[in-house]
């Protein structure tokens, strides 16, 4: 799920449109006025129609004939597509997010270290050593640091020997990964190696109660990092009227 951040002129008008939508500034089964809009930003109307294709792939907008291209309801947006995400946290949701993310891992990554604990192979344990060595390799840079963090989630699934539990990386990492962006941004955040290197040692020895109580640790101190961050988000910005519905 790639982001379309600065991904020239179409790029731009993703940027603008999604971020409006999310941050609720055009809302729900509001019409948009392609052409009014294209006008608006100086984009052809190939780039706006490029753009709005991207839009509805992430379920922000949908198009009918005789009712045109209009807002689809928050429950059909991706709320894992990075953009989307991001677009939350900008426009004053990121609290709620962070809080959302939290719960999921309380969930499901303490179950997840127990199983990888009692399953993992020599190919698991070389992965989480390579994201570990990843992560004190990645200091103050912060998106090294967020792809090693993700890195070692992402292996530590996987250790569990289960494929469906493997792939929940998709249902975690967006969102980590803009929780680590955030931390590393606002934060002069704690070194993340050691909480993360007791989950490791405990899963190679096997120990699976010690797996679970060290990312139960882990986990309460990534709260502990959202909490110290969530003053410093974004408030929920005003309603901005522009580019609403075709009527005006």
Known sequence: MASYAGRGVHGHVVQHLGARIVGGSLAEGEILDVRAIGRELDVSLTAMREALKVLAGKGLIDARQKRGTFVRARSAWNLLDPDVIRWRTEGGDGEQLMRDLAEVRSIVEPAAAHRAALRRTED?????????????????????????????????????????????DLLL???????????HTHLTAADPVPSHRAVADAVRAGDAARAEAAMVRLLAEAAHDVDRVTPRLPAPAPADRELRTAGG
């Open 124 to 168: 698991d344990l070389a992965a989480l050593e390579a994201a570990l060595a990843a992560m004190a390799r990645a200091g103050d840079d912060w998106s090294a640091a967020a792809e090693a963090d993700a890195s070692f989630h992402r292996a530590l699934l996987a250790a569990t020997g289960n494929e469906m539990i493997g792939r929940l």
């Open 173 to 183: 990492e967006p969102g980590l990964r803009e929780r680590d962006r955030l931390v």
